[in-house]
């Protein structure tokens, strides 16, 4: 059975023609930042691969492409390079490629899809918020994008099909490496979530409360809570169940380790931050609020180590970033507590 249109066009030739004749539109690839990747998982037509992109920003304004394909099911993989240049006003073209598998086309769909995602995403970008879906018609099926602005590379969570409902390429993992780390990206396997039953009875005593500074802000903690200086500002840790159950800080947006430039928006700030710490998330688990003095995000991430999830929350502010991470089974049992002191912050 195929799947997406995608599949049956898996010949170069093929592919980059059916995507020239799309409409011409004005889009680099900017959107993506330096050293960002995405792995991808791909159920269609009754395949199972694994595709992850790596990209690099190079000085002649070309755009390179690291790119990684697994069969898992015999777990053969291919690694390969393609070169992108952005054509003023028209279609990206591929100026120098390396290794990718002319004579394998499951593997090599890698650049056809890349290049079928870059150009949705282009000709959307004005239209995605934080859960938007688009069809993308084709003659006998629609395909349907489900994106939020703030996820990684393409924007997009997953992609469903109305007439095949078990073809589905989703978001598995995603982040920020540098180029002297870029090695990494060869190693990386499927995340898996294993959402289990929550842990019962956690429970926070109570304690007398303070106003504790974080600079120019302050936040409303009670004696559970130690403060302690580390790099880049003050930090409040609070342990009961564990050593360090919870972390909350607030740091001006110069501070070491946060480092956002101020020509950024509140947007590009949030999904910096988010890319910087995804490895592990679990994006079908983020959630964005307008909230009265700055733009939020809430995500669970995985611990691979210890098989638990934890719950991050980052807050932009004017001018200084609040996180708040904790253990989810504590957040979710103590949800009243934990948002009272994010409420409590000025």
Known sequence: MNSFKKIFTLTAVLAFS???????????????????????LDYRGGNAFYRGYLVFHMDDNTTQVISRAVDLKSKKSMNYVFVLKEEQGGMPSIVNEKGVPGDNPLFSQNVVDFLNFHIM????????????????????YTQVY???????????LYISNDK????????????????K???????????????????????????????????????????????????G????????ASDLDAQFSVKPLSAKGVDLSSQLTKEEMLRTLLLRSADNADFSTLKVSNEDNGL??????????????????????DD???????????????????????????
Not at 18 to 36: K, T, W
Not at 146 to 156: A, E, S, V
Not at 297 to 311: G, H, P, R, Y
């Open 181 to 231: 780390d870029y090695k990494s990206f060869f190693k990386m396997q499927p995340a898996v979530f294993k959402h289990g039953k929550q842990k019962a009875g956690y429970s926070i005593p109570d304690a007398a409360e303070q106003t504790v500074e974080f600079g120019s802000h302050s936040v409303i903690l009670d004696q559970n809570w130690k403060v302690s200086s580390a790099n």
């Open 233 to 240: 500002g003050k930090v409040a840790s609070m342990g009961i």
């Open 18 to 40: 059916l995507i020239s004749s799309l409409s011409v539109f004005a889009r680099n690839f900017d959107y993506i930042q330096q050293g960002e990747y995405a792995y991808y």
């Open 146 to 156: 489900h994106y939020n602005k703030l996820l990684p590379m393409f924007r997009f």
């Open 320 to 346: 200084a970033v609040v996180n708040l991470t904790t253990f989810d089974f504590a957040y979710e049992a103590q949800k009243k507590y934990f948002k009272k002191i994010l409420n409590s912050v000025k």
């Open 296 to 317: 939020a995000l809430s995500i669970e991430t995985f611990d691979e180590s210890s098989k638990v999830f934890n719950f991050s929350y980052i807050k932009l502010l």
């Open 164 to 179: 095949y409902p078990m073809a589905d390429y989703r978001l598995n993992r995603a982040g920020i490496l540098s180029a």
């Open 121 to 140: 995403y282009a000709q959307n970008d004005t239209k995605i918020g934080y859960n938007t879906s688009l069809n993308d018609d084709w003659p006998d």
